[in-house]
């Protein structure tokens, strides 16, 4: 009692002392009362829109995270609670009943005690002090005291309120696999034999693909992942328009999911002292996922007596994903872990057999209010193994999914709670340890000096089979547990003085336990290592320009493949000429980018499985990424590979005359490739609203190939994933540390911080992320002083 009083009275001397330095007269200075804190705090707003939250207590500062989330960004974690819950119909109508009733099918029904007791100590206080803030604010717009953002009044809907427990149950946020890819798998085969799945994705490490015994690649119905994929993906409010559009067939549906998650990437590194210009670490993390507005991810500062981090998180959640806490740092990317299994079973009604019987599905029966009708009542039904994805009584055939979701402690990303307060290697270990979701590559670095890689994620034991395709559900497939503390590789202080991943198969050699074989082109990852292994005292400024790096080591992959081609065609043996002189680097004025990732990305896949595959495999396979297809073709005779680079080639000329004239003197990549973010929302709103809610154009260089990791759009090479912020510590001297978000911190359109930081990430710039209380206040633009209602 004595040790918290005295902690209380030093924070509060803090706090006085911090008033008494003087600001700038420049420095808006606001006052407000709110219901629910309990003792005086502060925020801090930065010339770039992030919160520093200052706080007497770890409970008031995440419950003033959780008032400022909804002060930034109430409507988008308002729309991620319902999306995740399934009440998205409640707000908007019948148009989302499937969506709803998809949700709930992965929501996290186990024992909420274990869940909770399996984050970091006091995780459920912090997240019933996020969600009270976040409903002090909430309380506060609905009284009038704060405005209503803008998308509520477009959908004629309005915030909700929060429950602790419902922030850990959703799941559906998370980034897990391999279930599209297993269905993907076994279509391939189907139609088209184990030739169409090696043209559709490369396995790694080497591993041959045998189909499970008892289950027939053929039975897997097209649309078999459809509650998967509504569960999992963005909403839209298209249906509110009133505008019909066309539904994508089975096969395009799968096939843009699987596109779309496998662009949600990542890079990180941490540099050794022994190999920076400082002698202190460098941590350097830029995690790829969709890019658009609202941001994805928010940047925050929170500091209490017992609590100091700051980092980036996703807003509806407490604390932060990757960071620093003042004497640790730690940074993500995804690790590929297989953590999902589809099932295939044999049905007599709604009972499926099981170890020589027949066990009955599990019944859950759910209200779904609807807003404008009568509510709706569904079914969700549920295996031993999981939810059940797809069930046909007339062909006695059902299919679920088991999934990492469904275990305790699998909310995704909440296992960095045991990061905030780490002091050490072994709080890190103890960290990855328990971490659940999503599998990631978690790299360390310390003020002592250490430096740090670990595989992290629940990883199911499989036994008897690989999970690279459906299985039986009949018994005969079953997880053996996960794998035990400290199984996953680790690397501490690396001989080599750093450590570097981009979602690459980096399971060291001579590990032998199956985790995962499907991984991402090694592309940025080639390309980071070379970068780093040339530095023998980085900078900030070096991984500054490596995370905006645009050279593409599969673009030079590429260029190899067209080394001895020529053409009696004047454009083709043009675009030939520039392809053979570039040296790969994908910058906004270059005609040989843009003729490579048309050529690549949009017209070689197919070309190479039209000519590979029959007809009905090569249009299932589709495209493909170019990493498999240049796989096939480096080792194909000249008399097949050639026709193949040529006819490809010439497609991609004849489609960039079409779009950039025929002079190839005018073509570049940035013509072609740019960012311009739309709003979800914005498709209710009159055009000058529209128009200012959206962000951009603006030519952006690199693409998904480089560590960049600028993903576009095959129908308008609009970028559509990438860096959603970027970070570069400086360990141990936090204040040098640099930042950037993407786009911008606030989500109202007419904030000056809803698009200011926009041009700085197209252009590869970064603000200061100031850490020292001394070093925020000097670049502060508005101070909020809170007392308790």
Request: charged residues 20%; neutral net charge.
């Given at each position: 009692?004595?040790?918290?009083?005295?902690v209380?009275?030093a924070?509060?001397?803090?706090?006085?002392?911090a008033?008494?330095?003087?600001?700038?007269?420049?420095?808006?200075?606001?006052?407000?009362a709110?219901?629910?804190?309990?003792?005086?705090?502060?925020?801090v707003?930065?010339?770039w829109g992030?919160?520093?939250?200052?706080?007497?207590?770890?409970?008031d500062?995440?419950f003033?995270q959780g008032?400022?989330?909804a002060r930034?960004?109430?409507?988008?974690?308002?729309?991620?609670?319902?999306?995740?819950l399934?009440?998205?119909s409640?707000?908007?109508?019948?148009?989302?009943?499937?969506?709803?009733?998809a949700?709930?099918?992965?929501?996290?029904r186990?024992?909420?005690a274990?869940?909770?007791a399996?984050?970091?100590p006091?995780?459920?206080?912090?997240?019933?002090a996020?969600?009270?803030?976040?409903n002090a604010?909430?309380?506060?717009?609905?009284?009038?005291r704060?405005?209503?953002p803008?998308?509520?009044r477009?959908?004629?809907?309005?915030p909700?309120d929060?429950r602790?427990?419902?922030?850990?149950?959703?799941?559906?946020?998370a980034?897990?696999?391999?279930?599209?890819?297993?269905?993907?798998r076994?279509?391939?085969?189907?139609?088209?034999?184990?030739?169409?799945?090696?043209?559709?994705?490369?396995?790694?490490?080497?591993?041959?693909?045998?189909?499970?015994?008892?289950?027939?690649?053929?039975s897997?119905?097209?649309?078999v992942?459809?509650?998967?994929?509504?569960?999992t993906q963005?909403v839209?409010?298209e249906?509110?328009?009133g505008?019909?559009?066309?539904?994508?067939?089975?096969e395009?549906?799968?096939?843009?999911?699987?596109?779309?998650?496998s662009?949600?990437?990542?890079n990180n590194?941490t540099?050794a002292?022994s190999?920076t210009a400082?002698?202190?670490?460098?941590?350097?993390n830029?995690p790829?996922?969709p890019?658009?507005?609202?941001s994805?991810?928010?940047?925050?500062?929170l500091d209490?007596?017992?609590?100091?981090?700051?980092?980036?998180?996703?807003?509806?959640l407490?604390?932060?994903?990757?960071?620093?806490?003042?004497?640790?740092a730690?940074?993500?990317?995804?690790f590929?872990?297989?953590?999902?299994?589809?099932?295939?079973y044999e049905?007599?009604?709604?009972?499926?057999?099981?170890?020589?019987?027949?066990?009955?599905?599990r019944?859950?029966?759910?209200?779904?209010?609807?807003?404008?009708?009568?509510p709706?009542e569904v079914e969700?039904?549920?295996?031993?193994?999981g939810?059940?994805?797809?069930?046909?009584?007339?062909?006695?055939r059902?299919?679920?999914?088991?999934?990492?979701?469904?275990?305790?402690?699998?909310?995704?990303?909440?296992g960095?709670?045991?990061m905030?307060?780490?002091?050490?290697w072994?709080?890190?270990?103890?960290?990855?340890?328990r971490?659940?979701?999503?599998?990631?590559?978690?790299?360390?670095?310390?003020?002592?000096g250490?430096?740090?890689?670990?595989a992290?994620?629940?990883?199911?034991?499989?036994?008897n089979?690989?999970?690279?395709?459906?299985?039986?559900g009949?018994?005969?497939?079953?997880?053996?547990?996960?794998?035990?503390?400290g199984g996953l590789?680790?690397?501490?202080?690396p001989a080599?003085?750093?450590f570097?991943?981009?979602n690459e198969?980096?399971?060291?050699?001579?590990?032998?336990?199956?985790?995962?074989?499907?991984?991402?082109d090694?592309t940025?990852s080639?390309?980071i290592?070379?970068?780093?292994s040339?530095l023998?005292?980085?900078t900030l400024?070096?991984?500054?320009?490596l995370?905006?790096?645009?050279?593409?080591?599969?673009a030079?992959?590429?260029a190899?493949?067209?080394?001895?081609?020529?053409?009696?065609?004047p454009?083709?043996?043009?675009?030939l000429?520039?392809?053979?002189?570039?040296?790969?680097?994908e910058t906004?004025?270059?005609?040989?980018?843009?003729?490579?990732?048309?050529?690549a990305?949009k017209h070689?896949g197919?070309?190479?499985?039209?000519?590979?595959?029959k007809?009905?495999?090569?249009?299932?396979?589709?495209?493909?990424s170019?990493?498999?297809?240049f796989l096939w073709?480096e080792s194909?005779p000249p008399t097949?590979r050639?026709?193949?680079?040529?006819?490809?080639?010439?497609?991609?000329v004849r489609e960039?005359?079409?779009?950039?004239?025929?002079?190839?003197?005018?073509?570049?990549?940035?013509?072609?490739?740019?960012?311009?973010?739309?709003p979800a929302?914005a498709?209710?709103?009159?055009p000058?609203?529209?128009?200012?809610?959206?962000?951009?154009?603006?030519?952006?260089a690199g693409?998904?190939?480089?560590p960049r990791?600028?993903?576009?759009?095959?129908s308008?090479?609009a970028?559509?994933?990438?860096a959603s912020?970027?970070?570069v510590?400086?360990?141990?001297?936090?204040?040098?540390?640099m930042a950037?978000?993407t786009?911008?911190q606030?989500?109202?359109?007419?904030?000056?911080h809803?698009r200011?930081?926009?041009?700085?990430w197209a252009a590869?710039?970064?603000?200061?992320?100031?850490?020292?209380?001394?070093?925020?206040?000097?670049?502060?633009?508005t101070?909020i002083?809170l007392?308790?209602r």
């Amino acid at each position: 009692m004595i040790w918290r009083t005295l902690v209380a009275v030093a924070a509060l001397a803090l706090a006085n002392a911090a008033q008494a330095q003087p600001l700038s007269t420049a420095v808006r200075q606001e006052a407000a009362a709110v219901a629910g804190l309990r003792e005086p705090a502060e925020i801090v707003v930065d010339r770039w829109g992030v919160p520093h939250i200052y706080a007497q207590s770890a409970r008031d500062a995440f419950f003033l995270q959780g008032w400022n989330a909804a002060r930034d960004r109430l409507w988008q974690i308002d729309l991620w609670r319902k999306r995740g819950l399934g009440r998205l119909s409640a707000s908007f109508g019948p148009a989302y009943v499937e969506q709803d009733r998809a949700a709930r099918l992965f929501l996290y029904r186990g024992d909420m005690a274990a869940e909770w007791a399996s984050y970091a100590p006091g995780a459920k206080e912090t997240v019933e002090a996020f969600t009270a803030g976040v409903n002090a604010y909430v309380a506060e717009v609905r009284a009038g005291r704060r405005p209503m953002p803008v998308e509520f009044r477009l959908t004629d809907s309005r915030p909700e309120d929060w429950r602790a427990d419902e922030v850990l149950r959703i799941r559906s946020h998370a980034l897990v696999s391999n279930a599209p890819s297993e269905v993907a798998r076994a279509r391939a085969i189907c139609v088209g034999g184990m030739e169409a799945d090696r043209l559709r994705r490369r396995v790694e490490p080497p591993h041959p693909i045998v189909v499970p015994q008892g289950f027939d690649p053929c039975s897997v119905p097209a649309d078999v992942l459809k509650d998967y994929i509504l569960a999992t993906q963005a909403v839209s409010f298209e249906a509110l328009t009133g505008a019909r559009t066309a539904e994508p067939k089975p096969e395009q549906r799968l096939s843009q999911f699987i596109d779309a998650t496998s662009a949600e990437g990542s890079n990180n590194w941490t540099i050794a002292a022994s190999r920076t210009a400082t002698g202190r670490p460098i941590l350097a993390n830029d995690p790829h996922r969709p890019v658009g507005v609202p941001s994805l991810r928010y940047i925050v500062h929170l500091d209490a007596p017992d609590l100091t981090i700051i980092g980036a998180g996703e807003p509806a959640l407490p604390g932060v994903s990757l960071g620093h806490n003042g004497t640790t740092a730690f940074g993500i990317t995804i690790f590929y872990i297989d953590q999902e299994d589809i099932y295939a079973y044999e049905t007599r009604g709604e009972a499926y057999r099981y170890k020589g019987g027949f066990e009955p599905m599990r019944l859950i029966r759910e209200t779904i209010e609807v807003k404008g009708q009568a509510p709706r009542e569904v079914e969700l039904r549920f295996t031993r193994h999981g939810p059940v994805l797809w069930l046909d009584p007339a062909k006695g055939r059902a299919f679920a999914i088991r999934t990492i979701w469904n275990e305790p402690g699998l909310a995704g990303y909440f296992g960095s709670s045991r990061m905030w307060r780490a002091r050490g290697w072994e709080d890190f270990q103890t960290a990855r340890n328990r971490w659940g979701a999503p599998p990631l590559n978690l790299v360390y670095a310390d003020t002592k000096g250490e430096v740090g890689w670990s595989a992290a994620g629940r990883t199911p034991v499989r036994p008897n089979w690989d999970g690279l395709m459906p299985v039986p559900g009949d018994g005969r497939y079953e997880w053996a547990g996960f794998v035990e503390d400290g199984g996953l590789p680790a690397s501490r202080n690396p001989a080599k003085g750093f450590f570097a991943t981009a979602n690459e198969m980096n399971i060291p050699a001579g590990y032998t336990r199956p985790l995962g074989f499907e991984w991402a082109d090694r592309t940025r990852s080639t390309r980071i290592h070379e970068v780093l292994s040339a530095l023998p005292k980085s900078t900030l400024a070096d991984s500054m320009a490596l995370q905006t790096d645009d050279v593409s080591a599969q673009a030079r992959r590429g260029a190899a493949l067209v080394r001895d081609l020529t053409s009696q065609d004047p454009d083709i043996a043009r675009a030939l000429q520039l392809l053979k002189a570039w040296d790969g680097k994908e910058t906004t004025d270059s005609a040989a980018a843009a003729i490579y990732e048309t050529w690549a990305v949009k017209h070689l896949g197919r070309a190479t499985t039209a000519a590979v595959l029959k007809p009905a495999a090569a249009e299932l396979v589709g495209a493909s990424s170019p990493d498999p297809i240049f796989l096939w073709l480096e080792s194909a005779p000249p008399t097949v590979r050639d026709p193949i680079l040529l006819a490809s080639l010439s497609a991609a000329v004849r489609e960039l005359k079409g779009r950039l004239g025929p002079d190839m003197a005018g073509w570049s990549w940035g013509r072609l490739h740019h960012a311009r973010f739309v709003p979800a929302a914005a498709v209710l709103a009159d055009p000058q609203l529209a128009a200012q809610m959206t962000v951009g154009p603006l030519q952006v260089a690199g693409s998904a190939s480089t560590p960049r990791a600028a993903t576009w759009r095959p129908s308008d090479f609009a970028q559509t994933a990438g860096a959603s912020v970027r970070f570069v510590l400086d360990v141990g001297a936090w204040d040098n540390s640099m930042a950037i978000n993407t786009p911008r911190q606030s989500a109202d359109p007419m904030s000056p911080h809803y698009r200011d930081l926009f041009p700085l990430w197209a252009a590869g710039s970064y603000f200061p992320l100031r850490f020292t209380r001394a070093a925020v206040l000097g670049d502060a633009e508005t101070v909020i002083r809170l007392t308790p209602r």
